[in-house]
């Protein structure tokens, strides 16, 4: 069964911490995502990558980066937690861009105080 | 630009009604795959459909079905004597094929919550 998998369901974190949300995933996908969930947003792209080491900027990449050194894995980091930086955050992978669906984690809900 | 479009931010139903939520996108692309996903309360996105765009037969599983509509760019589903499990937030979205860059990334709608009472 596909899965992904995120590090926390829940996170709450003080204004200007380093925050890291890990994610991996176990189908030998080539890509990973990043997305942000608020409401009445829905979900905005932070970050993707399409190999290990490689990564492009979203939509909203500000505040944030990333880092992938495994195929599996892919983490995102918050340098300095800002209270706007509260949300859920989404994580998921895909075979191929565009084409096939992406699959998603149960998500991490993060409250920065 | 890619958008997608889902006016319906929520809809409440009784259990048996049927429901149909909307979708209209926008793309240049004459290719591109359109998709519906649904996430429950728990949180996670369940993948339910893809489409691509050189395939317009509508589509039905079981009390779902799909409606995709190139000349009006619509992918509205709808969902058949509705039951409470089908409670959930339903987010439509659209993708090119995949070209580098950004291209090829899940564009997603704002989703429609949908409550269906006993």
């Known amino acids: 069964d596909v899965k992904v998998t995120q590090s926390s369901r829940y996170l709450v974190k003080r204004t200007g911490e380093k925050v890291f949300l890990e994610c991996v995933q176990d189908?030998?996908?080539?890509?990973m995502f990043w997305y942000r969930q608020d409401p009445g947003l829905g979900l905005r792209l932070i970050y993707f990558s399409y190999d290990v080491k490689m990564k492009e900027k979203g939509d909203i990449p500000e505040g944030y980066s990333v880092s992938r050194e495994k195929k599996e894995r892919f983490s995102l980091i918050l340098e300095s937690a800002s209270t706007n930086q509260t949300s859920m955050y989404l994580c998921?992978?895909?075979?191929?861009?565009?084409?096939?669906?992406?699959?998603f984690g149960q998500g991490t809900r993060l409250t920065v105080v | 630009a890619q958008k997608v479009t889902q006016a319906q931010t929520e809809i409440s139903v009784v259990e048996k009604e049927d429901v149909t939520l909307d979708c209209v996108y926008e793309t240049r692309d004459t290719t591109y795959y359109l998709f519906w996903y649904k996430q429950p309360p728990s949180g996670e996105l369940v993948f339910l459909i893809r489409r691509n765009s050189f395939d317009e037969q509508n589509e039905i599983s079981g009390r779902y079905s799909w409606n995709f509509q190139k000349s009006t760019s619509s992918f509205n589903f709808t969902i058949t004597a509705s039951q409470v499990v089908d409670s959930a937030v339903y987010f439509c979205?659209?993708?090119?094929?995949?070209?580098?860059?950004?291209?090829?990334?899940?564009?997603f709608g704002k989703g429609t919550k949908l409550s269906v009472k006993p």
């Open positions: 998921a992978s895909s075979l191929w861009v565009g084409n096939t669906e992406a699959f």
């Open positions: 979205a659209l993708s090119e094929e995949g070209r580098g860059g950004s291209q090829g990334n899940l564009i």
């Open positions: 189908m030998d996908h080539e890509n």
